[in-house]
């Protein structure tokens, strides 16, 4: 049921959440989904981890839970729901594009156009490589970037019983590896390119797991990092402004005190 007062953002885009992957922040996510609101929420990608789950990967209550909160935002806010295609999630190519009702729809990309100005939204998977080409290299990788999460965990655990904020190791390996940081920047050229081809003023994606807000070649450049690693997201205010939103930085007890604050005044 629809309801009278404002979402708190006009839209929400999020990534790379692997729904399957041992790694994945389901809770924290679920708690951003909770606190916030919005009239259009894009799904860019990388939502379930079918990789993992052939290979074994578990799913937990809490992957289902997503699911259930992503429901209630579409019942209570008549929130329009748009799941992209990523390369974890490319079993969705034999259902794509699928519309259900009004509300959710399932496809390959996204033109969002706001403000008068038009975004193009895309996983980023076809712009890599090895992904695309090779995917027997990447299902390599992705054990790897698997067994580097699970060294964070236990490194980040230790951290905690010592006061020590949170580390990405994977990040910064990506950060300093000149490979990687190369690799990173090719990938950013070449969707300003499509973007320029759509005759876009900007480009959302996702992928590589490294939340951006930039200007490239006069295009806006946004991408929406992960729930991984990075635990991200991509939002558009009321008035046409993107953010980068990251767990935890804001306070999500005071974020719910203040939208129910609101609400009881409306």
Not at 164 to 189: G, R
Request: hydrophobic fraction near 40%.
């Amino acid at each position: 049921m629809s309801v009278n007062y404002q979402p708190t953002y006009k839209t929400i885009v999020i990534s790379d959440l692997h729904l399957g992957n041992k790694g994945a922040k389901a809770k924290e996510v679920n708690e951003f989904l909770k606190a916030y609101s919005c009239h259009q929420l894009i799904l860019n990608g990388d939502i379930i981890d079918g990789w993992q789950l052939k290979k074994g990967g578990e799913w937990k209550k809490k992957h289902t839970g997503f699911f259930r909160a992503v429901l209630k935002m579409m019942d209570r806010w008549d929130t329009e729901v748009i799941y992209l295609r990523g390369n974890h999630d490319d079993f969705l190519d034999q259902i794509i594009p699928l519309k259900i009702g009004k509300q959710f729809s399932i496809r390959r990309d996204y033109t969002l156009k706001s403000f008068g100005k038009k975004y193009f939204i895309i996983h980023g998977d076809i712009f890599d490589s090895i992904t695309s080409q090779m995917k027997w290299l990447a299902y390599l990788g992705d054990i790897g970037y698997t067994f580097l999460l699970w060294i964070n965990k236990w490194y980040n655990y230790h951290r905690e019983r010592q006061g020590k904020p949170y580390y990405s190791l994977s990040q910064t390996i990506k950060q300093k590896v000149k490979a990687a940081v190369n690799f990173i920047s090719d990938f950013e050229e070449k969707l300003v390119e499509l973007a320029i081809a759509q005759e876009a003023d900007g480009i959302i994606c996702g992928h590589i797991h490294k939340a951006e807000i930039k200007q490239i070649k006069g295009v806006s450049y946004m991408n929406s990092g992960d729930w991984v690693e990075s635990l991200t997201a991509l939002v558009e205010t009321h008035q046409g402004e993107w953010q980068i939103l990251q767990y935890p930085d804001f306070d999500l007890k005071k974020e719910l005190k203040e939208i129910l604050s609101d609400q009881m005044t409306l």
